[in-house]
C-alpha cells in the first residue's frame, strides 16, 4: 500500500465533492439532456460547459467554444477552490466530478490554439498536463 507523503510528493489530489445537484446534472447529460438545458440549470456545472465547447469546436465554432470553455473553466476553479486545491497539484481524470474542470481546460487549449491564442493554449496545456497525465492523453489530441 503507498502511503502519501506530502512532502516527497507534494499536494494531495483534489477530488471535487460529487453533489447531488452535480449528481443530478451527470444523470441528465447522461440521459440525453441537452448540454444547453443542463448549464441554464445548472450553471456552476462544469461538465455542461466542457460538453458545450466540445460541440462547437466540432462544428468549427471557435469564438463560441473559447466562451463556453472559459465559462466551464472558470466554474471549475472556483470548486477546486472550495475543495481546498491550492492552485496546483493532481486533479485525477479518474475522479467523475472532475471531468468538468479538465474537458474544459483540454477545451479551452483547443479553442485558443483555433483563434490563434497561442500563448492561452500553451499555458492550458501545461496546466492539464500538470493536472492530470491521464486527462492530457485523452482529451488533447496534438
Not at 7 to 27: K, V
Not at 57 to 79: K, N, P
Not at 120 to 138: G, H, K, Q, V
Request: proline share 6%; hydrophobic share 40%.
Amino acid at each position: 500500500m503507498d502511503i502519501y507523503n506530502p512532502l516527497l510528493d507534494g499536494p494531495e489530489p483534489t477530488r471535487l465533492p460529487d453533489t447531488p445537484e452535480n449528481a443530478d446534472a451527470t444523470r441528465l447529460l447522461d440521459e440525453g439532456t441537452s448540454a444547453t438545458e443542463v448549464a441554464a440549470r445548472y450553471p456552476a456545472f462544469s461538465l455542461a460547459w466542457a460538453v458545450l465547447a466540445e460541440e462547437a469546436l466540432s462544428a468549427g465554432r471557435s469564438v463560441e467554444a473559447y466562451a463556453y470553455a472559459r465559462t466551464g473553466y472558470h466554474r471549475g476553479l472556483d470548486q477546486l477552490r472550495r475543495a481546498r486545491w491550492g492552485g496546483h497539484g493532481p486533479v485525477p481524470y479518474d475522479h467523475r466530478p472532475n471531468h468538468g474542470f479538465l474537458r474544459c481546460l483540454a477545451a479551452l487549449a483547443r479553442a485558443a490554439s483555433a483563434i490563434e491564442e497561442t500563448e492561452e493554449a500553451t499555458r492550458c496545456r501545461d496546466f492539464l498536463r500538470d493536472s492530470s497525465a491521464e486527462a492530457y492523453a485523452a482529451l488533447i489530441k496534438d
